[in-house]
């Protein structure tokens, strides 16, 4: 995987930026594993590890399974960084990442994020058990291979096949305590995987211009608003529909707040389909509301889940 330097695009901010100390260094290889998407995996796999233990979880488990997914979900993005470091470069929202301003070098990167996968899935295998550490392995080789190598510059698709990848959390959780796969972390998985694209593509709408000049097929960049929004309010009632699909196996808190944060997310995503349907402005369509709350409902629908073995 060799990063191809591309000329960036007029207008685009492209500074190289070296590293003037160690810190430096040491800070540019953190940005590479993008640790705000890590916090976001985690918050889909501790919650889930109460709820298949139905009361707090060993706390060496819980630290040992965080410590793997972390570094596993670092060497994805990493590897992410280095296949993708020629459009980066051309995206205003990724030019500052640390490859487009020369921060690191490809073969570093690259050393990095093979390095971080490894020791990910020995940690995993010696400290929780083999079950999640394939998991998070598969996680990862679909992430870089069949998200970011084949399906994001192919198809319209891409971010809808491509973010199962960002579903496995809710499986390494489970896995973590139980060492079996069972129905209910899949309902999660699932409600992750229908959550992704009104998630995400309420994020490209705004970034849209980006992905263009690109030349990626992120749907906003090539669908009109209109059918952008149509498409976002289907996902949502899909999810929505699919996290009641966990309610056999919880109690009465965690289906009241699914049916009420679902609620909500509905709302959203119609207002964003009524702003969406006459005009592409986007001071008017405002997509980064429903983008931001998408963040807190899938936040709140895992907490959920995990108090629930505690509310009687």
């Known amino acids: 995987m060799t990063a191809v330097h591309v000329t960036p695009t007029e207008g685009v901010d492209q500074p190289t930026v070296l590293p003037a100390s160690r810190r430096d260094v040491v800070l540019s290889y ?24 139905q009361d707090v979880p060993p706390l060496w488990l819980v630290v040992a399974t965080v410590v793997g ?7 994805a993005n990493a590897l992410n960084c280095v296949v993708d470091a020629d459009i980066d470069q051309l995206m205003r929202r990724t030019s500052r990442r640390p490859l487009p301003r020369h921060q690191v070098s490809t073969n570093g990167a690259l050393y990095f994020g093979l390095a971080l996968g490894v020791v990910s899935t020995v940690w995993l295998w010696t400290l929780v058990n083999p079950l999640s550490a394939m998991l998070a392995l598969a996680a990862n080789v679909f992430y870089v291979i069949g998200y970011t190598m084949i399906l994001k ?62 030349s990626v097929p992120m749907l906003p960049s090539v669908a009109s608003s209109d059918e952008v929004s149509r498409q976002i309010v ?11 699909l966990l309610w056999p196996y919880t109690g009465w808190f965690y289906p009241a707040m699914a049916i009420t944060l679902g609620i909500i997310f509905l709302i959203e995503a119609y207002d964003l389909r009524s702003r969406a349907r006459d005009t592409e402005d986007l001071s008017i369509i405002k997509p980064m509301r429903l983008f ?3 963040n807190a409902y899938l936040a709140l629908l895992f907490v959920a889940a995990a108090i629930d073995p505690f509310v009687k």
């Open 292 to 294: 931001h709350f998408s």
């Open 69 to 75: 997914g972390t570094l596993s979900a670092g060497s």
């Open 153 to 214: 510059r192919r198809t319209t698709q891409n971010i809808v096949w491509g973010g199962a990848a960002g579903c496995f959390p809710a499986l390494i959780g489970w896995t973590a305590v139980t060492n079996e796969l069972a129905w209910a972390p899949v309902v999660l998985f699932m409600v992750v995987f229908f959550w992704t694209p009104p998630h995400f593509w309420a994020l490209a709408m705004r970034y849209r211009e980006d992905y263009a000049a690109a």
């Open 30 to 53: 953190i940005a590479l594993t993008k640790p705000r998407i890590i916090e976001l995996l985690l918050l889909t796999t501790v919650p889930v590890m109460f709820l298949a233990a």
């Open 234 to 244: 289907i996902y949502s009632w899909v999810m929505v529909a699919t996290s009641l």
